[in-house]
Every structure is written in C-alpha cells, then in structure tokens.
C-alpha cells in the first residue's frame, strides 16, 4: 500500500509568513493531498504559549452521535463537554500516519500528572467503519492508550462531522490485494475545555515532544 504523504510541519519564521492555506496529508493516499477539496488553515502569530498550531478559526466541536469500544451510543459533544480534548479520524489498518500519531499522543499522555492525563479525551474516529468493530478499535488504542475513545458507525455521519472542521475524508477503497485505503486528512484538533472549540492544530508528523509540551496545557485549558 502506497504510504502517505507527510507535511512538513512549519516553525519559526517561516511560519509567521504564512497567510495561505496547509494542505493536509491523506492517510493511505496514493500521492497528493485531495486537491481542492482538501482542507485549509491559517497559522496566527506566535502569540501562543502552544508548539502546535494556533488556528485562526475556532471550530465548534462536531454534533456526531457513534458507537463506542464498549458497543454503546457515544455523544462527542455530550460526553466531552468541559473536558480538553484531541480528536483524530483514521483507521486500525492504516501503515503509517494513524499509528504514529496515536503512538506520540500515547507516549505524551504517559509522561502528564495523574491529574493532568484524567481531564484530557483523545478521541480516534474510525474511517473505516465496516472493518473497525468496536472489539478491533478496542485492541488497536489498547497498544496506545488504554483510556483512548475509539468510534465507529455511520460512514456518511463521520463524513459530515469531519467536513465541519474542513477534514477531507473518502470512502475507503478495498484493494487487489485485499488491503484497505483509506483516504483522510491526517491531523489532530485540539478543543480546549473553556468552550468546546478547537484551538490549536497538529499537522502529520508532530514530534511526541510537541505533544509533551502542549497537553499539560490543554489539560490546565490554557487559552491559545
């Protein structure tokens, strides 16, 4: 399966010139990043104590209502109200993004205070849902996070939720080899507890120590 392509992530001053959009990478996509349809942000000022991206617009937390590892209804805007939250799409089988991502959330979230780590949500949603059971999303976020949120249902709603925070994701495509492609956009949104929005971006390929930095912040809900 062709690997993804990876965006460099931006820093410095380089960053501070940026007025034009970030293409986000696609998991599992064959080249290329979705073209038009992918999604765009803006990088503010370095006026943020955060190493992510600080996000011009402060999106509303999606009203998607999915399925969880335990097998029941979830409510991401119910269940995780007031709470710092990251949210990512991807899937179990994907080979690169999905794992390395959750792996440095993983990692990060390891080294935050017993207090800190219990007032953040890392929320994966799958894209994959006809393969990503509640029982395979469990096993798979086990090896990351064992308080990880796993979701999975209805494709078209994951659709909708993601394009609200201008995600791009495609309908996952079976392979000759039986191997699944999945194609979305491949960073993590950060929605701080003060008001359910996301504040701060991390694009694909985030250093774990980023994540270090930022969730004891998150978690504190440090404006952006």
Same mark, same amino acid.
């Given at each position: 399966m062709p690997r993804t392509t990876r965006t460099t992530r931006l820093a410095g001053a380089?960053? =501070?010139?940026?007025?034009?959009? =970030?293409?986000?990478?696609?998991? !599992?996509? #064959?080249? !290329? #990043?979705?073209?038009? #349809?992918?999604?765009?942000?803006?990088?503010?000022?370095?006026?943020?104590?955060?190493q992510g991206t600080k996000l011009a617009k402060n999106f509303e937390k999606p009203d998607l209502q999915l399925t969880d590892t335990s097998g029941q209804p979830y409510d991401l805007r119910q269940q995780t109200n007031g709470k710092a939250t990251l949210l990512f799409f991807g899937y179990t089988s994907c080979p690169d993004v999905c794992p390395t991502t959750m792996g440095d959330i993983g990692v990060a979230m390891k080294a935050m205070s017993d207090e800190d780590r219990k007032k953040v949500n890392v929320v994966f949603v799958s894209t994959d849902p006809q393969r990503d059971t509640p029982k395979v999303l469990r096993t798979w976020l086990d090896s990351m996070g064992t308080d990880f949120i796993g979701l999975t249902g209805d494709l078209e709603k994951v659709k909708t939720a993601a394009k609200s925070l201008g995600i791009m994701i495609e309908d996952p495509v079976v392979n000759a080899d039986g191997t699944v492609t999945s194609t979305h956009g491949a960073q993590v949104l950060a929605f701080l507890p003060s008001d359910d929005k996301a504040h701060v971006l991390y694009m694909s390929g985030t250093e774990e120590k980023t994540y270090e930095h930022d969730l004891p912040l998150l978690a504190k809900g440090v404006a952006a």
């Open positions: 380089a960053a =501070l010139a940026l007025a034009a959009a =970030l293409t986000l990478s696609a998991c !599992g996509s #064959s080249g !290329g #990043s979705g073209g038009d #349809s992918a999604a765009k942000v803006t990088r503010q000022k370095e006026d943020t104590p955060y």
